[in-house]
């Protein structure tokens, strides 16, 4: 039996099993603990227990590490997010402060100027963009009384009367896109070759086929797409594939459409895409794409102009309802009640006739 003992016991040395450790031990103890031995078992024993608590702790001190790796990370992308809303945060209250101080401006050099064109029309542009439609069509039907060859005034006029609302009697009241294709068709008559008139032109038949497709006039509305079409189409064809998108999509097309966006894109030549294509995916019934659009615009340019277009176009529509656009409005500084603390009221003088 102390052979076979004695025998396990050098064996050991060889092992690594803290089980079989623990049995050769046991064995051991039979001869004596003071038998010599026992003493190297019981000392690779100790060894054993000590090797197996350090991978527990390593394996601890790893799982540690993850786990604050894991917090850092989180703290990293808490204080990223919290970055950008402060910078954003920024960014709003620069606009807002900018925009109130160009409100001033106008004001100012208006009154000190009424009857100069320019600044007839910069009255205008920023009444325009804060959503007072009516009053920048009416400041500028004035200034074509002052100014009735003026190009440009009549441009934005008809420009303008494409982002006013019908009125609410359209019956007896004149449509605004009506009275927009007239002026377009003016500035046309002059120069036949001018694209922009072309794609007032465009636009506003395609509210009007909008419209009419709502009131149940199908032919109407197709009539009206097509005529759009074909202002855009005829020679020489006008490069706004924006527009000729929409127009595709109201007539069904719908891979003539996704190719115009396409020709759009291409043109970026990797450039992000202007405010403007959220109009064209809010058309087309995509408004997550419209959203995305606006967002990273706004990441990009709080003071983009394109902003504002979009924020009162009545292409927009269809997002008008969506939850996410009232929120993203506040964002972009262009909500209603936002547009309205800005305090710009601009008089014309009396007409030389009744001065």
Same mark, same amino acid.
């Given at each position: 039996?102390?052979?076979?003992?004695?025998?396990?016991?050098?064996?050991?040395?060889?092992?690594?099993?803290? &089980?079989?450790?623990?049995?050769?031990?046991?064995?051991?103890?039979?001869?004596?603990?003071?038998?010599?031995?026992?003493?190297?078992?019981?000392?690779? +024993?100790?060894?054993?227990?000590?090797?197996?608590?350090?991978?527990?702790?390593?394996?601890?001190?790893?799982?540690?590490?993850?786990?604050?790796?894991?917090?850092?990370?989180?703290?990293?992308?808490?204080?990223?997010?919290?970055?950008?809303? @402060?910078?954003?945060?920024?960014?709003?209250?620069?606009?807002?402060?900018?925009?109130?101080?160009?409100?001033?401006?106008?004001?100012?050099?208006?009154?000190?100027?009424?009857?100069?064109?320019?600044?007839?029309?910069? &009255?205008?542009?920023?009444?325009?963009?804060? &959503?007072?439609?009516?009053?920048?069509?009416?400041?500028?039907?004035? &200034?074509?009384?002052?100014?009735?060859?003026?190009?440009?005034?009549?441009?934005?006029?008809?420009?303008?009367?494409?982002?006013?609302?019908?009125?609410?009697?359209?019956?007896?009241?004149?449509?605004?896109?009506?009275?927009?294709?007239?002026?377009?068709?003016?500035?046309?008559?002059?120069?036949?070759?001018?694209?922009?008139?072309?794609?007032?032109?465009?636009?506003?038949?395609?509210? +009007?086929?909008?419209?009419?497709?709502?009131?149940?006039?199908?032919?109407?509305?197709?009539?009206?797409?097509?005529?759009?079409?074909? @202002?855009?189409?005829? !020679?020489?064809?006008?490069?706004?594939?924006?527009?000729?998108?929409?127009?595709?999509?109201?007539?069904?097309?719908?891979?003539?459409?996704?190719?115009?966006?396409?020709?759009?894109?291409?043109?970026?030549?990797?450039? @992000?895409?202007?405010?403007? =294509?959220?109009?064209?995916?809010?058309?087309?019934?995509?408004?997550?794409?419209?959203? !995305?659009? =606006?967002?990273?615009?706004?990441?990009?340019?709080?003071?983009?102009?394109?902003?504002?277009?979009?924020?009162?176009?009545?292409?927009?529509?269809? =997002?008008?309802?969506?939850?996410?656009?009232?929120?993203?409005?506040?964002?972009?500084?262009?909500?209603?009640? +936002?547009?309205?603390?800005?305090?710009?009221?601009?008089?014309?003088?009396?007409?030389?006739?009744?001065?």
């Amino acid at each position: 039996m102390l052979a076979y003992e004695v025998g396990d016991l050098l064996e050991f040395d060889e092992r690594s099993d803290l &089980g079989q450790a623990s049995k050769t031990t046991n064995a051991a103890m039979a001869l004596g603990t003071s038998h010599p031995l026992y003493a190297k078992l019981y000392a690779e +024993q100790v060894a054993c227990r000590k090797l197996a608590a350090g991978v527990e702790l390593v394996d601890r001190a790893i799982k540690l590490s993850a786990a604050k790796d894991s917090v850092k990370l989180a703290r990293d992308s808490v204080d990223a997010d919290r970055a950008s809303r @402060e910078k954003a945060e920024r960014a709003r209250a620069a606009y807002a402060i900018a925009r109130k101080d160009w409100a001033c401006r106008v004001q100012r050099a208006f009154t000190a100027k009424p009857r100069d064109v320019m600044q007839i029309t910069s &009255g205008a542009q920023l009444l325009s963009e804060l &959503g007072r439609t009516d009053a920048a069509i009416q400041l500028l039907r004035w &200034g074509l009384k002052e100014f009735p060859n003026d190009r440009f005034a009549r441009l934005q006029l008809a420009e303008v009367l494409v982002q006013a609302r019908p009125p609410a009697d359209s019956a007896v009241l004149p449509d605004p896109t009506d009275q927009a294709i007239t002026e377009a068709r003016t500035l046309k008559n002059i120069n036949p070759k001018g694209p922009r008139p072309r794609v007032i032109i465009a636009r506003a038949l395609l509210l +009007q086929a909008r419209d009419l497709s709502r009131k149940g006039d199908h032919a109407g509305s197709v009539s009206a797409a097509a005529a759009a079409l074909g @202002e855009l189409s005829d !020679e020489p064809a006008v490069n706004d594939p924006l527009t000729l998108a929409m127009v595709e999509h109201s007539l069904g097309h719908k891979v003539e459409s996704a190719a115009a966006i396409k020709t759009y894109l291409d043109s970026r030549r990797g450039r @992000e895409p202007d405010a403007k =294509l959220a109009e064209v995916y809010a058309w087309r019934g995509e408004p997550k794409l419209a959203v !995305e659009c =606006l967002k990273q615009v706004l990441a990009r340019n709080i003071h983009d102009p394109a902003l504002c277009h979009v924020a009162h176009s009545r292409f927009m529509d269809n =997002l008008r309802s969506d939850p996410r656009w009232l929120p993203l409005l506040s964002r972009m500084n262009r909500a209603p009640d +936002q547009l309205a603390a800005i305090p710009l009221e601009i008089q014309t003088p009396p007409d030389h006739d009744s001065a």
